[in-house]
């Protein structure tokens, strides 16, 4: 046998710690994978102990009312069974005790702890419903328009061509019998929108912005009535967060939040439309009455938001409807009744704090790590492994 070089042993030993350092790196640092389901007991969730419920509780009453509407044989997400498996525990629902909220959850639903694969821990930030000031005539300071959904605007649900996209769409408009993109907020902005009305006009482009990033928002119009603006269509193009834009313009990325972003717009003004137009992504809305002070708008699910109770989650693989613990820092219970475009990944969530400074101050600050933990009726549990993996998540 030929004796080994000393060289070419020096390179195989190099080879070998530089594999090792790499397993060693993948182990403390592991690449996020698909959605994992892990069965636990509400004892060893963090934070379960001593959550109030409460909220969460009549969250998940309207979440029912509009689960009732849907047939038996609805699926509840990638893992939630049918709707056939929610209607015992929505029945029941009906009848907890306000006083012991988290006895009624952990009677008739079992946790499963979410992860990415090996990863735990996720991203939770927050949202929240801001106002803006208007009128229905373009006059004075009112001069940027607030639109309705486009008549030529085309939605496409993927989920009815392909089940493996469901959850995904796309927008846009037909030319010449193709789908061809819709146009950008840069687009919109100088050029306008003949196909889509004008619901009012507001004194604060800025203030528009950050409705379309919420969502939904307030408008109190000049001769002090209110109104509610509601989310009605996107335009389809891609989102960007403008904080991220900041940040390679040069602002620092501790401490980002909305108050920052806000704060450089306005002292900002040459650069700002610039910046909120490389976020291609555009909201439309529909005017309603506010209702209820104490609620969002509709969410995703079609109910009123709770605050401190409504979860968006991503709805290509969690369901609306379903309890999700979220632990560390807030260790709450939510009900998942929105979605958003930023939204994406098995641990991922945007909680909903409400109206008012207060909520956009907590909104706004909020990003931070932390678990989650899915509530699923017992019967559907029982029909799971203890560790369930979904491939293609």
């Given amino acids: 046998m030929a004796k080994r070089q000393p060289h070419a042993v020096i390179l195989f030993v190099l080879a070998a710690i530089a594999v090792a350092a790499a ?29 109030d419920a409460g909220a969460a509780l009549s969250a998940f009453r309207r979440s029912c009312d509009a689960l009732a509407k849907l047939p038996d044989t609805a699926a509840m997400g990638r893992y939630g069974g049918t709707l056939a498996d929610w209607r015992p525990v929505c029945a029941a629902a009906k009848t907890a005790t306000p006083a012991q909220p988290r006895v009624f959850f952990e009677a008739w639903f079992t946790p499963f702890a979410v992860s990415a694969g090996r990863v735990k821990d996720g991203r939770f930030t927050g949202y929240y419903e801001p106002q803006i000031r208007g009128s229905h005539a373009q006059r004075g300071p009112y001069r940027t328009p607030v639109y309705a959904r486009p008549d030529d605007l085309v939605t496409v649900d993927l989920g009815a061509f392909r089940p493996a996209l469901k959850g995904e769409s796309l927008a846009g408009r037909v030319d010449d019998g193709k789908l061809v993109p819709y146009a950008s907020r840069a687009e919109i902005d100088a050029h306008g929108l003949s196909q889509a009305r004008v619901l009012f006009y507001t004194d604060d482009p800025i203030a528009l912005f950050f409705l379309h990033i919420q969502g939904s928002g307030r408008v109190i119009f000049s001769d002090g009535t209110a109104a509610r603006v509601s989310y009605a269509a996107q335009n389809g193009q891609p989102y960007t967060a403008i904080g991220k834009t900041l940040i390679g313009r040069g602002v620092p990325r501790d401490g980002m939040s909305l108050q920052v972003i806000r704060a450089w717009l306005k002292s900002h003004p040459g650069e700002a439309r610039a910046v909120m137009e490389n976020d291609a992504s555009y909201v439309f809305f529909k005017e309603e009455p506010v209702g209820d002070p104490a609620f969002g708008a509709e969410g995703a699910e079609g109910v009123p938001l709770t605050p401190l109770a409504s979860l968006a989650v991503d709805l290509r693989l969690h369901a609306l409807g379903a309890p999700y613990f979220v632990s560390g820092g807030l260790d709450r219970l939510f009900v998942a009744q929105d979605t958003g475009g930023a939204i994406r990944g098995p641990v991922r969530g945007d909680v909903y704090f409400g109206f008012g400074p207060a909520a956009e101050a907590q909104a706004g600050t909020m990003d931070q790590t932390g678990r989650l933990t899915v509530l699923l009726p017992n019967p559907v549990a029982q029909r799971m492994k203890d560790e369930t993996d979904f491939p293609g998540t």
């Fill in 23 to 51: 397993g060693l790196w993948w182990f403390f640092n592991p690449v996020p994978g698909p959605l994992r389901l892990t069965k636990t007991r509400f004892a060893d969730v963090p934070g379960w102990s001593e959550t």
